[in-house]
């Protein structure tokens, strides 16, 4: 039997794990060069837990991953508008993919907003993140292409909506 996906708010303690998470997934993975200065702002999950809700994702007693909910008015909102919330920073560790964590931590983000009455749910993603797009288009999120954008040169980013 398979351990439990339990999904909480990030304690402070756990800060520099996750923030080191995060670089290990991006990086490792492919999804940003080690060299970038965007690794610093992974890196900054103090940074994130001041202005977002830092979620984790427990099984077994350790952090498989984390995720960024932004609400409105949230300064990492880039996406959203005042009607929405947004996603960021989605993280699951190698050894913890495949239990569900990614998916619970969506859940988590979904069911917050809907808690605060939002209309909708947003995302970017970078376009070789297959399995997060598999993972996005199951749960019921769209393609909203005219939304995509790009933060820097060469960074073209995807985006999803899920309507509330």
Not at 23 to 43: M, Q
Not at 67 to 83: F, H, M, N, Q
Request: aromatic letters at 6%; hydrophobic letters at 45%.
């Amino acid at each position: 039997m398979s351990e439990a996906v339990i999904v909480r708010e990030a304690r402070a303690d756990e800060y520099e794990l996750i923030g080191e998470l995060t670089v290990e997934v991006y990086v490792a993975g492919g999804l940003v060069s080690a060299a970038s200065p965007y690794v610093s702002t992974l890196r900054d999950a103090a940074g994130r837990a001041e202005k977002s809700e830092l979620l984790v994702a427990e099984i077994g007693g350790e952090v498989g991953g984390a995720v960024a909910y932004c609400p409105p008015g949230s300064p990492y909102a880039e996406l959203a508008g005042p009607d929405e919330a947004e996603f960021r920073m989605l993280a699951v560790r190698e050894k913890a993919r495949g239990r569900g964590a990614g998916r619970a931590m969506v859940l988590e983000c979904v069911s917050r907003a809907r808690a605060a009455r939002l209309g909708g749910l947003r995302l970017s993603t970078q376009r070789n993140m297959d399995d997060a797009h598999r993972l996005y288009e199951r749960m019921g999120f769209v393609r909203t292409p005219d939304r995509d954008w790009a933060p820097a040169p060469g960074v073209d980013l995807l985006t999803y909506a899920l309507a509330l």
